[in-house]
């Protein structure tokens, strides 16, 4: 069974950054097997929607309202997600999840206070 796990959310001030991780674990020998790995988030009272993904191959996909200030970068051999997210604000308050297949994470609270 795998799980992923979520880490590195907090709270900060606009104009901030953080790094998000998603490290999977169980039976997994490396996150080769799941192919693409996405960070979706929701904020309240809104549904919930896709951050970024990444492919086994490199290739990346970002919401608009992100691009430019987020950058999503896997380590198969770490089985780990990173999602680095710079000049937050407001409207980036959410709970941020680590998502591949089936598979969700637990979720991780990330605040931008103004």
């Known amino acids: 069974q795998v799980q992923l796990v979520e880490s590195g959310g907090g709270l900060v001030q606009a104009g901030g950054s953080l790094r998000l991780s998603c490290a999977a674990s169980g039976s997994i020998f490396s996150l080769i097997s799941l192919n693409v790995m996405g960070w979706y988030r929701q904020a309240p009272g809104k549904q919930r929607e896709l951050v970024a993904s990444i492919s086994n191959g490199g290739t990346t996909t970002y919401a608009d309202s992100v691009k430019g200030r987020f950058t999503i970068s896997r380590d198969n051999a770490k089985k780990t997600v990173y999602l680095q997210m710079n000049s937050l604000n407001a409207e980036d308050t959410a709970v941020y999840y680590c998502?591949?297949?089936?598979?969700w994470g637990q979720g991780t609270q990330v605040t931008v206070s103004s």
């Open positions: 998502h591949s297949s089936v598979l």
